[in-house]
């Protein structure tokens, strides 16, 4: 690890980090910002999550042309050991390419502040004085109420975004307002269960939204087990104002 000079030194001498939100699923939500920042990158960086398909790759392709392409290992895990490793890992693979005055992108689903592994590397670069750009992309839950065809907030709702395979989701369910629940992951029949006791008066789920292989469950009751990842609860307490 190179010792930190200034601020400034830095961000004259060597290259930029960009963190690139490529939108939902569908190539075609991608902005016009994250699509310039591609194609001016000298150096486009995945995150490897052991899946068999990399989205993120998949929904830029047609964008990246031969640049070079770099992988990081990212896993799915809770092991705090081996996810600092891995995050220390991808951060001093990436400081070498910025070193030597190369542009990076980090490419992520949704956008890069909404629980995206490329932040975990964003914020170590900052911190030793790299120059670092947040790029903006479409959040997977604005895909969601589009598929559904609803609001996800109106007047005065109150909106909350919660993990909900991280901890005891019952306390989150009985806040007054809207939820987006995310990161349900293997665990959707113990949240879908959750939602039906909780007494919560609408909640549908879209599965891979602006995706090819979109799902759309307008009922929660509906929801199949073996439901993808990228599966995402919208919960209405549906309260007039």
């Not at 010792?3 to 930029?16: H, P, V």
């Not at 050991?81 to 910025?98: D, F, G, V």
């Not at 190369?102 to 689903?109: A, D, I, M, N």
């Not at 890069?112 to 004085?129: D, F, N």
């Amino acid at each position: 690890m190179m010792k930190k000079e200034g601020i400034e030194n830095l961000n004259s001498k060597y290259g930029t980090f960009y963190s690139v939100g490529v939108g939902p699923g569908d190539p075609s939500l991608m902005t016009i910002k994250s699509v310039e920042t591609i194609k001016k990158s000298d150096i486009i960086v995945l995150p490897k999550s052991g899946a068999t398909e990399n989205i993120a790759f998949k929904i830029a392709k047609e964008y990246l042309g031969d640049k070079k392409i770099i992988e990081c290992d990212m896993p799915m895990t809770r092991d705090k050991e081996l996810l600092y490793q891995s995050h220390e890992n991808a951060t001093e693979t990436i400081e070498e390419l910025l070193k030597s005055g190369k542009t990076v992108s980090f490419l992520t689903l949704g956008d890069p502040s909404i629980y995206s592994s490329t932040m975990y590397v964003h914020k170590r670069l900052t911190e030793r004085g790299y120059k670092t750009v947040l790029i903006p992309g479409i959040p997977s839950f604005c895909a969601v109420a589009a598929s559904l065809n609803t609001s996800l907030c109106e007047g005065g709702e109150v909106l909350h975004i919660i993990p909900a395979s991280y901890d005891d989701i019952d306390e989150s369910l009985a806040l007054k307002g809207n939820k987006i629940l995310m990161k349900s992951g293997k665990s959707i029949y113990s949240v879908k269960d959750k939602i039906l006791s909780s007494g919560n008066k609408e909640a549908m789920m879209v599965e891979c939204a602006s995706m090819e292989n979109e799902k759309v469950y307008k009922k929660i009751e509906l929801i199949e087990e073996n439901a993808s990842y990228f599966s995402i609860l919208l919960v209405k307490d549906g309260e007039k104002k």
